[in-house]
């Protein structure tokens, strides 16, 4: 476990910025969690008590506080809206490891924005954490989640079965894994032709 703050970053993309959490987001994380859509996969029922938005905020800086990971809110860079977040938590310095996790509302599905904020988020983490390996988990129903780490370069390493109960409802969850070697081969422009 990290003993030392971690500044949460300011990051841009071509579209995007992803910035710390502020009191005024919780309105808009209230929405995101509260939506049975978004959270159709999900490892924890959705959200019915808005209060849960301010312990959310509250969490992302304990763990930038105590050094353990950084979450960022998603915002479009053309208009300011607020898309949803992306997150490494669980680092540990003596692994050199973390974990990955992005929510997004439905506006923002099928665009490519989770893809370009977790993008923007493991560059600066592979940069700033010394990481040698990141680890992602998601639903096995959730292909769309599953594309997102496939197009950053995480391989599949295999499957957690019936590892998550909600509402009744038992799942399996896909285990994927990007190691800094991987990063470093899929990070370099293929040359010109």
């Not at 353990?68 to 898309?83: M, S």
């Not at 490891?97 to 997004?104: D, F, V």
């Not at 997102?148 to 896909?174: A, I, M, Q, Y």
């Amino acid at each position: 476990m990290a003993d030392m703050p971690l500044e949460t970053p300011h990051l841009r993309t071509d579209r995007l910025r992803l910035r710390p959490f502020t009191d005024a987001d919780v309105d808009h994380l209230f929405a995101l969690h509260s939506n049975p859509a978004v959270m159709r996969y999900w490892d924890s029922p959705r959200w019915s008590d808005a209060a849960r938005a301010q312990r959310f905020v509250a969490k992302c800086r304990e763990i930038a506080d105590e050094g353990t990971g950084a979450r960022v809110a998603i915002e479009r860079a053309a208009d300011g809206a607020f898309l949803g977040w992306c997150g490494l938590i669980e680092w540990d310095p003596d692994y050199r490891s973390a974990s990955l996790g992005y929510c997004l509302d439905e506006a923002g599905w099928g665009q490519g924005y989770a893809t370009e904020a977790a993008h923007a988020l493991l560059r600066w983490a592979f940069d700033t954490l010394d990481l040698n390996r990141v680890q992602s988990e998601t639903d096995t129903r959730n292909l769309a989640s599953a594309r997102v780490l496939e197009k950053l370069g995480f391989v599949h390493e295999g499957t957690l079965r019936e590892d998550c109960v909600v509402d009744g409802d038992v799942s399996d969850s896909w285990v994927f894994g990007l190691l800094r070697r991987e990063w470093q081969r899929s990070a370099v422009p293929a040359p010109a032709t």
